[in-house]
């Protein structure tokens, strides 16, 4: 694919991917509202996910689209409507305007945040159980892929994405570390499979305290990961201490975002 469109390309994972998406021959063409600049092969596009001319005007030529574009955590309803949730659904019906065949999509583990840890691993395509606002706007986005994959017939890819981080910090991140290598592995399946269709996958490194979810789907793309956050072991354990199987943030796959409280502005 000799043009890639990614949103949300100044924040934290699109800032890990740039460098390991960059092809001979392919043009990564990024979209934020925050400053970019531009390295070999790379087009900047200042303009925001929730403007549907201004992104249908940068899906145009695209092969695929890398949508990471969003609010990355829990916040006020509004907010999450606005951006994660209607500006998917803009992308989406901007990839469609533009003729643009597939379009892989950042969710998260949030969208089922839920799945209690007598379930793990679980299941590639689980029934949404979301943790949070953010997690709802995730499994939300996922059913707006599914639609214009039904409808229209992209190419929907959705990454339920564990803990993307140059480096787990956390003892929960032993086992849900994404390690920024293996990421760009991730997409890469993701934008060369052929015809992937619909499918809802999650992403996560060869953790050796992992399984908690599955990796069949991504592995059927093509995707073969490498790291494991047991390099780390260690000194995370040493920080933190040996994790402890009734912590409340083992309890369930979206850790700390299900812990007791309330939801995004809702009242106590």
């Known amino acids: 694919m000799s043009i890639i469109l990614v949103t949300g390309a100044a924040g934290r994972i699109g800032t890990m991917l740039r460098p390991r998406l960059a092809r001979e021959g392919r043009t990564l063409r990024l979209l934020d509202t925050a400053p970019v600049t531009p390295g070999k092969n790379e087009e900047v596009i200042t303009a925001s996910i929730t403007d549907l001319n201004a992104t249908a005007a940068a899906c145009t030529g695209a092969d695929a689209v890398i ?3 969003g609010i990355p955590g829990e916040a006020p309803w509004r907010d999450i409507l606005e ?3 209607d500006g998917t659904r803009t992308v989406f019906e901007a990839a469609r305007r533009a003729g643009v065949g597939r379009v892989i999509y950042a969710s998260s583990n949030h969208a089922v945040g839920f799945s209690p840890r007598d ?16 997690g709802v706007s995730k499994a939300a986005g996922e059913a707006v892929a599914a639609l214009y994959h039904h409808r229209y017939g992209l190419d929907a890819v959705c990454i339920r994405i564990l803990t993307c981080a140059d480096r787990p910090a956390t003892v929960r991140s032993l086992s849900t570390w994404l390690s920024p290598d293996d990421a760009g592995r991730l997409f890469e399946a993701c934008l060369s499979a052929p015809g992937p269709g619909f ?3 999650f992403g996560v490194s060869a953790n050796t305290r992992g399984g908690w979810v599955s990796l069949d789907e991504a592995r059927a793309l093509g995707y073969r990961p490498r790291d494991d956050a047991e390099a780390y072991a260690a000194e995370v354990i040493a920080a933190h201490g040996e994790p402890d199987p009734a912590d409340p943030v083992l309890a369930y796959l979206g850790g700390d975002f299900t812990l007791p409280g309330p ?4 009242p106590a």
């Open 67 to 69: 949508h990471l574009a």
């Open 83 to 85: 951006v994660n949730i």
């Open 119 to 134: 379930g793990f691993p679980v299941p590639d395509y689980a029934f949404p159980a979301p943790d949070t606002y953010y």
């Open 199 to 201: 499918r809802v996958i």
């Open 263 to 266: 939801a995004g502005d809702d």
